[in-house]
Every structure is written in C-alpha cells, then in structure tokens.
C-alpha cells in the first residue's frame, strides 16, 4: 500500500463547478498536510496547508481528518486557471521528509 | 534573487559526459532536497541534506553524486547517465525537515542521448 493515495482523476468538470479531491495516509505518525499544485512541464507549488481545524483560502477549503487518516481539497466556482495535477503531501518527524502523493489532475472547461 | 533557483534550465548530454546541476536558495533554509520526476510519473525523492549533512539517500545509483557546500548551496554531479536517466529534476528547500513546506526551484530539463 502506498504511503499517500490519491484520488486517480482525471476530473474533467465545466466552469464554475465545485470540484473535491481526497487523499489518504498510512503513517498514523504524521504531522504535517499539505496540497501543492502542479502545472504542466513546471515545478510543484505550494497551494496551501492543511490545518486541523480545516481551512479556507478563497475558492480552496482544505480539510484534515486524522482518525480516518485523509485529507480533502475543495475548490469552488472553478475557473479554467485552475486546470493542473494537485498533489497531496504528508510530512512526519519520524521519517524527516515529505511523501507526496501521484497526484490529481484537473481540467476545467469552458 | 528570492525563492530557489536552477541552473542550467535544459540539459542534453550523451552517456558519457560529466555535467552538474546547481541549486541556490535565497529563503534562509536549513533543508535541501533532490527529486526526479519523469514523463506521467510522480516526484521521486532522491537525497535530503539538513544543515549540510546528507541524511537521506533513496536508493540513488552511484552515478548521481550530490554536494552541499553549505545550507544555501546544493548540486548533483552527473556522470555515465542511461537514457533512462532522462527527467526533470527539481531542487526543493525547507526551513526544516519534517514538517516544513518544500520551496521547489523551477527544475532542470535532462535528457540523456
């Protein structure tokens, strides 16, 4: 079992639609969440963090549960800007790195 | 300069040349990493260094060869690549390993001839 699993995609969803990615760990240890956002042929961006308390970033709501041990990305409203692969990545103190997930792409049409 | 910066953007080298790639971080981090990432494939993460000590090495063939002078500073020596080899490699910082956000630079394009 892989250590991050994605939801596999594609999403292909019209604009304006509200669109949910999920993404579940293994390792119970984890402490830290994140979703990235990846364009084509560039480099991983930050998109934002997951809080416990879950958290909200304009159209993007990122949500936390660690007894079920996943996370979730919501994106409202969705424009065509938002077309990319968004990765979920898991940090723990126990194994000193990031473990990202094979990503979920996104594509918003017109 | 801000953020992390590669060098060079595009490499095309044959089998038996010797290149390197050179990362810069400008965010005061204390964390470097390597990863490869080839066509449709997730991020591989390749070796970590945490305040200039090599702390991960993912099963990393020997003829990828990194370096870190200092926190600021990372490269990966190349030598007697395969085709195989040919992917985007993409530095990344961190103000700490574990539970820091990565700062990824925009990558270097390899292809190996």
């Known amino acids: 079992r892989k250590e991050v699993e994605q939801d596999p995609g594609p999403f292909n969803v019209p604009e304006g639609a509200t669109v949910a990615f999920n993404c579940t760990y293994s390792n119970s240890a984890s402490q830290s969440f994140f979703w990235y956002r990846q364009d084509c042929r560039k480099e991983p961006k930050l998109l934002m963090s997951v809080y416990s308390s879950g958290n909200e970033d304009g159209r993007f709501t990122a949500q936390l549960n660690r007894a079920s041990q996943y996370i979730s990305l919501l994106i409202r409203d969705s424009k065509l800007s938002d077309s990319a692969t968004y990765l979920c990545v898991v940090t723990s103190s126990d194994a000193g790195k990031s473990t990202f997930g094979d990503g979920t792409t996104l594509t918003v049409k017109p | 300069e801000t953020g992390v910066t590669q060098t060079p953007r595009h490499l095309v080298m044959g089998m038996t040349n010797k290149k390197s790639l050179k990362c810069e971080q400008h965010l005061g981090h204390n964390a470097m990493y390597w990863y490869k990432q080839s066509a449709k494939k997730p991020l591989e993460l390749m070796f970590v260094?945490?305040?200039?000590?090599?702390?991960e090495n993912n099963s990393v063939p020997s003829r990828f060869s990194p370096e870190c002078p200092n926190s600021s500073h990372l490269f990966l020596h190349l030598h007697t690549l395969q085709p195989e080899d040919s992917a985007l490699y993409l530095c990344a910082s961190s103000q700490t390993t574990g539970d820091s956000p990565l700062h990824f630079g925009n990558g270097t394009r390899l292809t190996v001839t």
């Open positions: 260094y945490n305040f200039k000590e090599q702390t």
